[in-house]
Nanobody, 125 residues
Framework: QVQLVESGGGAVQPGGSLRLSCTVS????????IGWFRQAPGKEREGVSC????????YYVDSVKGRFTITRDNAKNTVYLQMNSLKPEDTAVYYC??????????????????WGQGTQVTVSS
């Protein structure tokens, strides 16, 4: 059974850091691009970052560029989102998702095939 499990969320002060993990099972991570999305209460889901199956293509939404870094460790079946200089507007439930079609470049605007359950990130004083 395909499963994606996010972890690493929590509460942090503005300016702090968190590292989110997305661990997959039931399939080989090497063949999938991974996207990170977030959704705050009352707001639409937003694509935050993605990484291609090879790791050669990454994307960051402008609001997190320079603060967030996405990486993947296929041997551990895990994708990470390092979040630095966190701001209150980063508060949301963060989801990882897998896209099984192997494009050269990743995109948060295509449909993803599998989704995790989400992990809460709260940034407040």
């Amino acid at each position: 059974q395909v499963q994606l499990v996010e972890s690493g969320g929590g509460a942090v002060q503005p300016g702090g850091s968190l590292r989110l993990s997305c661990t997959v099972s039931g399939f080989t991570l090497d063949y999938y691009a991974i996207g990170w999305f977030r959704q705050a209460p009352g707001k639409e889901r937003e694509g935050v970052s993605c990484i291609s199956s090879s790791g050669g293509s990454t994307y960051y939404v402008d609001s997190v560029k320079g603060r967030f870094t996405i990486t993947r460790d296929n041997a551990k079946n895990t994708v990470y989102l390092q979040m630095n200089s966190l701001k209150p507007e980063d508060t949301a439930v963060y989801y990882c998702a897998a896209e099984k079609r192997r494009y050269t470049r990743c995109s948060v605007n295509r449909e993803y095939d599998y989704w995790g359950q989400g992990t809460q990130v709260t940034v407040s004083s």
